[in-house]
């Protein structure tokens, strides 16, 4: 039985960044999309406690640090 070996997430939005077939349009489009996410995260309802392994508090505290590093990118 032969292993797959998958990329690593940082490897995939690494490739995508710098060798996509669109060029460095990829680049905006990944950035516009973690940005709208982040900012769709911001605003959504609470969530609901069951059946979640992911802290809500910890996935907005992404969204913020995501739009921070996207609007400070040229400070």
């Known amino acids: 039985m032969t292993k797959v070996k998958h990329k690593t997430n940082a490897q995939l939005i690494g490739d995508l960044m ?13 950035i516009e ?3 709208k996410y982040s900012e769709q995260t911001k605003v959504a ?8 392994f992911i802290s809500e508090a910890a996935w ?4 913020d640090e995501a739009l921070e590093a996207i609007n400070n990118r040229s400070k």
């Open 45 to 52: 309802p609470p969530w609901s406690t069951d059946n979640t």
């Open 60 to 63: 907005r505290a992404c969204a």
């Open 33 to 35: 999309a973690i940005a």
């Open 18 to 30: 710098s060798h996509s077939k669109q060029g460095v349009l990829m680049q905006a489009f990944i």
